[in-house]
């Protein structure tokens, strides 16, 4: 890690709860949300600052910026993009823009510590599956990996650099990081029982579009799908002792998408270009080919 210390301030308002938050590398300083979806243009300066104050910084402490950049509300999203755009701007500091997938990657894998160290000390394979509700009766997910940032040595580094690093975590002291893995999907939610079924069905989990199949894995499936399509999900979960739902991460936070900004400065990946992810521009549809 860097040696420098980078205070983070990070948005994400593309979702009815509006959340700021306040980080110093990967430690949390502050962070404060509202919930009132209709007045994130009216509350969020006000929430902005009450925020820094808790943290004790001011805007020209902040290091790095980020912000959420969807899928999300349309509208929402949008807002929280034009406030970092011109922070970042107006005080000459790199922003990043986090994709909602990857943020609720690194909120299940926070909320989900112990499952995942203990899965892990037995050599079992653990992946998390951040699932969104994009409306239109459609989920659109992806996964990742998370392995130890050791273990193995040469053959988990070429495994690290061969798959989309988006952070870092600490678990009982050992460091492990989380790789994007495969593609992003989008179904129909009647359709996700019989999609994970199929990337199942040899009794290793195969994701499309990755190099890799994990035997003996466990997934852990969460987002803010669960209050739209719960029992389609649960259904999709009980078929397989593979998968195990998180019922905690069913909004994005801007706890996790800092997170995601500190290591994006860290790695020095390049800043800017803020644009808000549309799925149905850049995805296709109809997810895995029957």
Not at 49 to 55: G, H, S, V
Not at 192 to 199: C, I
Not at 219 to 226: A, D, E, P, S, T
Not at 241 to 252: E, M, R, S, W
């Amino acid at each position: 890690m860097a040696d420098d210390i980078k205070n983070i301030l990070g948005i994400d308002s593309s979702t009815g709860r509006l959340s700021v938050a306040v980080s110093r590398n990967e430690k949390l300083l502050s962070e404060m949300t509202d919930c009132d979806s209709m007045k994130h243009m009216v509350n969020i300066v006000g929430l902005l600052d009450k925020t820094l104050r808790k943290a004790k910084v001011t805007i020209g402490d902040i290091d790095v910026f980020g912000v959420n950049l969807g899928p999300g509300d349309f509208t929402g999203t949008r807002i929280g993009i034009s406030v970092i755009k011109t922070l970042a701007w107006l005080e000459r500091k790199p922003s990043f823009g986090i994709n909602s997938l990857d943020v609720f990657a690194v909120g299940i894998s926070l909320e989900n510590k112990k499952f995942i160290s203990r899965c892990l000390s037995r050599n079992i394979p653990v992946l998390v599956m951040p699932c969104l509700d994009v409306r239109k009766a459609e989920v659109y997910f992806s996964f990742y990996e998370i392995t130890a940032e050791t273990d193995n040595g040469i053959r988990e580094k070429e495994r690290a650099e061969r798959k989309s690093y988006i952070a870092g975590i600490e678990i009982r002291g050992r460091r492990y990081i989380i790789n994007k893995v495969g593609e992003n999907f989008l179904v129909n939610n009647t359709e996700l029982k019989g999609f994970l079924s199929r990337m199942t069905a040899s009794g290793i989990l195969n994701i499309p579009g990755s190099i890799d199949g994990y035997r003996n894995s466990k997934v852990l499936i969460g987002g803010n799908c669960f209050s739209s399509y719960g029992k389609t999900i649960s259904d999709a979960v009980s078929q397989n002792n593979i998968f195990k739902l998180d019922k905690k991460t069913t909004y994005p936070r801007a706890r996790y998408l800092n997170i995601c900004a500190y290591f994006n400065a860290v790695r020095k990946v390049e800043s800017g270009n803020l644009i808000p992810v549309y799925v149905r521009e850049f995805m296709p549809f109809g997810g895995m080919k029957k």
